[in-house]
């Protein structure tokens, strides 16, 4: 990860809310925990700008580590228009890929054409935890894919998901992530300095930092 790139990256998510972080009345995640810090990447694509940037800044890597890719394949939903992007940028065809299969219809995980032994690159826009992210891989392989390795906007770094990643034997890389964010959005005074040490505590231990919310 660039750090010129990754402060870039960090103040454009902060610019436009795509970021938000609050330790006084912190969000709910899906899994029911709560957090200081709520990321929605899909904003960025309302800003031409930062939409292109980060655009650019996936080709930069897939160029530098993934030079022969067969196939681009994006995380249903979130990784989907940024991944249809960068296919479109390097003439490499695209797939999408649910965690889960439909309820419905063909009941397909992956939309799109793939075939067995082709190398494949997953586009996510963000890692929290890595389940669902990794259940797109496991998905491609089961296919006889080669996963090559996964890019993604920004990571929340926590060791959960760096050690679901290791055990999967997947490359991970990111544009951004959380201790960027957190550097750059105290020096840009988006959060006060006593904020800084519950946002660190967090990362150490959401699930310890969750209970202790909920049983305020």
């Known amino acids: ?12 998510l902060l610019q436009i809310k795509a970021i938000k ?5 912190p969000f709910t995640w899906a899994s029911g925990r709560k957090s200081p810090i709520y990321c929605d990447n899909r904003i960025t694509l309302s800003y031409p700008e930062i939409r292109t940037f980060i ?19 994006g995380v249903a939903t979130g990784g989907i ?8 940028d390097i003439g490499k065809p695209f797939i999408y890929v649910r965690p889960e299969e439909k309820k419905h219809g063909l009941t397909n ?16 826009d963000l890692i929290s935890t890595g389940k669902s992210s990794l259940q797109v891989v496991d998905s491609l392989r089961e ?32 544009i951004t992530d959380y201790d960027t964010l957190i550097d750059t959005a105290k020096e840009e005074t988006y959060i006060k300095d006593e ?5 660190n505590n967090w990362k150490m231990n959401p699930e310890k930092w969750s209970e202790e919310r909920m049983n305020k």
């Open 143 to 174: 296919v006889g894919c080669v996963v090559k390795g996964m890019v993604a906007i920004f990571t929340y770094g926590l060791d959960v998901s760096l050690n679901a990643f290791n055990e999967k034997n997947v490359p991970l890389f990111t």
């Open 21 to 25: 972080l609050n330790n006084e009345n």
């Open 195 to 199: 904020d800084i040490s519950s946002l």
């Open 81 to 88: 228009a940024q991944g249809v992007l960068v296919a479109q």
């Open 1 to 12: 990860m660039n750090n010129d790139t990754a402060i870039q990256a960090a103040r454009f």
């Open 109 to 124: 995980k992956i939309e799109g054409v793939v075939k067995e032994g082709q190398t494949v690159l997953i586009i996510e």
């Open 55 to 73: 655009r650019q800044q996936f080709v930069s890597i897939i160029n530098e580590h993934f030079a022969e890719v067969d196939v681009i394949a």
